[in-house]
């Protein structure tokens, strides 16, 4: 990953509907929905964020927690698969398990999730379909979403940006300060019950 990336503080909530929030973020446009498939992989021992979308491994890591709860994640691997064993080891230490024996020098998303994830009792994969709808308001990126957790529906509301205090400013202008701030692993577990 490239160092100069800056690690983004954010507040995301989950639920199944807001209607009233949703009816006032259309007062900032109608932007056209960017749909995505992606995998996530859960682990009983780590809450950092791992994902499969667009053929890439991706991974951030929480950074740190404010006094507002805001959390600072960073991007940490970027990589598309096949991947060797090295990279490997690399995402089994972000999931805190022993990591599996490996009987290939390099794996495919399918081997991968197939023969090292399924197999471990620690972890799960859980398949994720997004529904997305960004906005720019007072600089940061607000996203409303609709998301579907191994089918099962929650919406979504996200404010993100590189200082903690336009990211409040924003979430209060928006109505939205009142919701607790839950990131997408702790919504996933609760859901799919892991």
Known sequence: MDEKIVP??????????FPEDEKNIRKFGEPAPKRSEEVYVLSRMSDENTKIR????????LQATNADRLEQWKPVMKEAFPLDVEKLKRIFA???VVPPRFEREEYTKEQFLDELVRTNKDLKVVEV????????INGTAVEFARTWFNSMPL?????????????MKTVRELGLGGYPNINYIKAMKKTVGF
Do not use: N, Q, S
Request: proline residues 5%.
């Open 54 to 61: 667009e053929g890439l491994m991706d991974i951030k890591m």
């Open 94 to 96: 972000v999931y805190k």
């Open 8 to 17: 983004r503080w954010e507040w995301r909530t989950f639920g199944p509907d």
């Open 129 to 136: 379909r997004k529904e997305r709808y960004a906005y720019t």
């Open 155 to 167: 919406k979504t509301f996200c404010v993100e940006h590189e200082d903690p205090e336009l990211v």
